[in-house]
């Protein structure tokens, strides 16, 4: 079982940065592929990004490619969404998931395990 705990939400303006965390439990961390996802009001969830086992293979949606960078901690058992040039169209709710196997990253059927979310709002 692992729980996963997103952090670093919040308001900011068109252009700013926000750095999310993503915290698990366990001792296995490692084992898991990082996926980040959003879901804005009205829309389905989608693929933002995802990190596999070592932060060797990163992947990401075509619509953050150059503003957002995902990172990871095994140490520390947490994975980083750093987002920079920040867009309205970013606004939604942020998620982090843990999938065991790593087969397609950007499936969110793939993930066994979620966050809560964290709410993410940009102004214009």
């Known amino acids: 079982q692992v729980q996963l705990v997103e952090s670093g939400g919040g308001l900011v303006q068109a252009g700013a940065s926000l750095r999310l965390s993503c915290t698990a439990s366990?001792?296995?961390?490692?084992?898991?592929?990082m996926g980040w996802f959003r879901q804005a009001p009205g829309k389905e969830r989608e693929f933002v990004g995802a990190i596999k086992w070592s932060g060797t293979n990163i992947y990401y949606v075509d619509s953050v490619k150059g503003r957002f960078t995902i990172s990871r901690d095994n140490a520390k058992n947490t994975v980083y969404l750093q987002m920079n040039s920040l867009k309205p169209e970013d606004t939604a709710v942020y998620y982090c998931?843990?999938?065991?196997?790593?087969?397609?990253?950007?499936?969110?059927?793939?993930?066994?395990?979620w966050g809560q979310g964290t709410q993410v709002t940009v102004s214009s």
């Open positions: 366990g001792r296995t961390f490692s084992r898991y592929v």
């Open positions: 998931a843990a999938d065991r196997y790593g087969l397609a990253p950007s499936n969110l059927n793939e993930y066994d395990y």
